[in-house]
T-cell receptor, first 112, second 116 residues
């Protein structure tokens, strides 16, 4: 089975800190995605990447950046964390030829 | 832009009850439609999908039919179990780029609780 691993289940950071969320997949998938999940809003796309060093903005990229230096790893960066970035962050990957995403278990980030 | 609307939750049912979770969408063209499930403490898992009008997706006793005339993809199960307690997300997708990157647009999720 494809595995998508997010490095932390829970994180607590201070306002203004630079925060790195890491995601690794083990099935050579081309496409990787970062979503945030908030109650009543469902999942919203932050950034996605369809190849190494390639990235595209999603619906809510403000305050975030991403890095994809290797095919298996896709990092989400909060340049200066703010309290409104407190959320559940979900990473996903997929191949180009298949419709199904594989999601990680999520990182619950609290910014205080 | 594309959007997905799900019925308001939470939904609470007794074991063996019939389940319907409504989902309607707004989209241009012919999107693919999905139901994802999120069990407590876990990421989302694909439950079922349909890629064209009148297709029926099914898995684990759940079913949903792609109805283009009503722009709907309602999730149904004839007899729910306690283990079906989870959050259910309806979603649609379009291909974004020639590389095949595919953006999923999610509904807000419906929390389902099944009591024994």
């Amino acid at each position: 089975d494809v595995k998508v691993t997010q490095s932390s289940r829970y994180l607590v950071k201070r306002t203004g800190e630079k925060v790195f969320l890491e995601c690794v997949q083990d099935m050579d998938h081309e496409n990787m995605f970062w979503y945030r999940q908030d109650p009543g809003l469902g999942l919203r796309l932050i950034y996605f990447s369809y190849d190494v060093k390639m990235k595209e903005k999603g619906d809510i990229p403000e305050g975030y950046s991403v890095s994809r230096e290797k095919k298996e790893r896709f990092s989400l960066i909060l340049e200066s964390a703010s309290t409104n970035q407190t959320s559940m962050y979900l990473c996903a990957s997929k191949t180009g030829a298949d419709y199904g995403y594989t999601f990680g278990s999520g990182t619950r980030l609290t910014v205080v | 832009g594309d959007s997905v609307t799900q019925m308001e939750g939470p939904v609470t049912l007794s074991e063996e009850a019939f389940l319907t979770i409504n989902c309607t969408y707004t989209a241009t063209g012919y999107p693919s439609l999905f139901w994802y499930v999120q069990y407590p403490g876990e990421g989302l898992q694909l439950l079922l999908k349909a890629t064209k009008a009148d297709d029926k997706g099914s898995n684990k006793g759940f079913e949903a039919t792609y109805r283009k005339e009503t722009t709907s993809f309602h999730l149904e199960k004839g007899s729910v179990q306690v283990s079906d307690s989870a959050v259910y997300f309806c979603a649609l997708s379009h291909f974004l780029t020639f590389q095949g990157a595919q953006k999923l647009v999610f509904g807000q999720g419906t929390r389902l609780t099944i009591n024994p």
